[in-house]
């Protein structure tokens, strides 16, 4: 049989000599983690003309409110059904954006205005303004190892399925998650002392009959009395609806979460293997609802509260209760204490509608560092104050002011920036209360 015309069959023969050289990025700013946090931060960076690098050991952007499926934007309102925004700046541009194209966005006011979104539109929409921003994207990118002078991180070296590449950048965010930027440069970092902070593994379910969904309340009441015969761990379901759509998030396990390469891979099966429980106890419980359902989609392991860095200064329970304002402080969040500290349920402590806390600057700064910010839920905080910053509207917030708090640090240091100008820089996020 002939080559058709134009076919090439024609091979090379290759070798991989030695190590083989790294690939080498520099950068004003260097973002690793790209969720909530780590993107926000990418963005704002950029916005302020920075040279920016955005690092994600996933495949794909978005962290974990894509890639875990998470489902809802909380945090970002004062409390009350018709609070006022938290969050501004790439907040504006996100919920205009989305919320312009058909069942994207669904704003759920009770409590509070809780954001409901499809993860697809957002993880394309995070893709899209990255890509517009300028902004060079490394993903499957494994931080492996930092080389840190004195209180300076210099550079990272990443590990990719396609080969090393090394980058130096004058800045770098933390945004993590696990604070793993601040933990391999060898400065100190915090770990629950004692139990864990469970997380979740997240399902969608699709084929659902939205005119009979019961509510919550009565699943929850449901799996307390009957959860032992299906095997269920928890006992409370947190539903995630954008009606219309005949598609629900699933929140209803809890995993364990260790810093541990074997044990977490594991979980990530058994914690499947959880959720197809909750959905048997589903099906058969609420058949009207749930019984043609079937499920759409998993998403990664849910991970709350794992490895968090020492700052400069933690936020504290009594801060959070208080609502102290700090000198410092870079944005604002009314959400509860959400603590996931027991198998079967959680600490949910509310607040008033006209409470409001703030999050310091210096609970993002690694007291050893001097070119590093964390962002997102590895702030310094304690246990129960960081279970109630860590949702993704102060995670924006923290995002944004680590680049500002970068920028204006230059080749300085971050610990001795001019608070009078960030504080101009942020005071949408700690200050405006415009209707929304
Ligand atoms: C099950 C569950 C339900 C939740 N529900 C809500 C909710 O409804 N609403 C809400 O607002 N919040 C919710 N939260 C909290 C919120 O989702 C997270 O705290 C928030 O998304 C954290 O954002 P982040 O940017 O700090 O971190 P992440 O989204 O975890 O992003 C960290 C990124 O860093 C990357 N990374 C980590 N280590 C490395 C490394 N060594 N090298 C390279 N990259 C690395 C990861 O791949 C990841 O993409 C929930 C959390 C869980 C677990």
């Given amino acids: 049989m002939s080559v058709p015309e134009g076919v090439s069959t024609e091979t090379r023969v290759v070798r991989l000599n030695g190590g083989g050289d790294a690939w080498r990025v520099d950068a004003d700013i260097c973002v690793v983690g790209s969720g909530a946090a ?23 952007l978005g962290g974990q409110a894509v ?9 970002l309102y004062s409390n009350g059904p018709n609070g006022y925004r938290f969050t501004h700046g790439v907040v504006d541009k996100l919920l205009a954006d989305l919320g312009a194209r058909p069942r994207t966005l669904f704003y759920d006011r009770k409590h509070t205005v809780v954001v409901f979104y499809d993860e697809i539109a957002l993880s394309r929409w995070i893709e899209e303004e990255v890509r517009k921003a300028g902004i060079t994207v490394i993903v499957g990118a494994v931080l492996r190892r930092v080389v840190v002078e004195g209180r300076r991180v210099q550079e990272l070296e990443i590990a990719t399925r396609y080969g090393d590449v090394k980058v130096r950048a004058t800045g770098y965010v933390d945004a993590s998650g696990d604070a793993a930027l601040t933990w391999q440069a060898g400065f100190e970092c915090r770990e629950p002392d004692v139990g864990t902070v469970y997380g979740t593994q997240m399902v969608v379910l699709e084929n659902i009959d939205e005119s009979h969904y019961p509510p919550r309340e009565e699943i929850t009441a449901r799996m307390r009395e009957k959860g032992d015969e299906y095997g269920l761990f928890r006992r409370e379901c947190f539903p995630f609806l954008i009606p219309g759509r005949g598609i629900v998030a699933l929140n209803m396990t809890h995993i364990e979460t260790p810093l541990d390469p074997l044990k977490v891979s594991a979980i990530g099966l058994t914690g499947k293997n959880e959720a197809d429980k909750a959905v048997d106890f589903l099906k058969k419980e609420f058949p009207r609802c749930f019984g043609d359902a ?25 801060d959070v209760q208080a609502g102290t304002r700090f000198a410092d402080a870079i944005g604002r969040t009314a959400w509860p204490v959400e603590l996931h500290d027991h198998a079967t349920g959680h600490v949910w402590q509310t607040f008033d509608e006209d409470h409001v806390h703030y999050i310091p600057l210096g609970a993002m700064i690694p007291r050893e560092a ?23 509207g102060p995670c924006m917030a923290e995002g944004m002011a680590a680049a500002h708090a970068l920028d204006l640090a230059g080749t300085g240091s971050v610990q001795q920036i001019d608070l009078a100008a960030l504080a101009e820089r942020v005071r949408d996020n700690v200050e405006r209360r415009d209707p929304d």
């Fill in 38 to 60: 780590g993107m926000s931060a990418a963005l704002q960076a950029a916005r302020l003309g920075r040279k920016v690098v955005l690092i994600d050991g996933l495949p794909a």
């Fill in 67 to 75: 890639n875990s499926i998470i489902g809802t934007f909380c945090g």
């Fill in 294 to 318: 079937t499920v759409r989609a998993y998403g990664l392991p849910g991970i709350r509260q794992t490895r968090w860095i020492v700052g400069k200064q933690q936020l504290t329970l009594k």
């Fill in 370 to 392: 001097d070119n590093l910010v964390a962002a997102g839920r590895c702030i310094d905080g304690d246990k129960a104050a960081l279970s109630s910053v860590r949702v993704m």
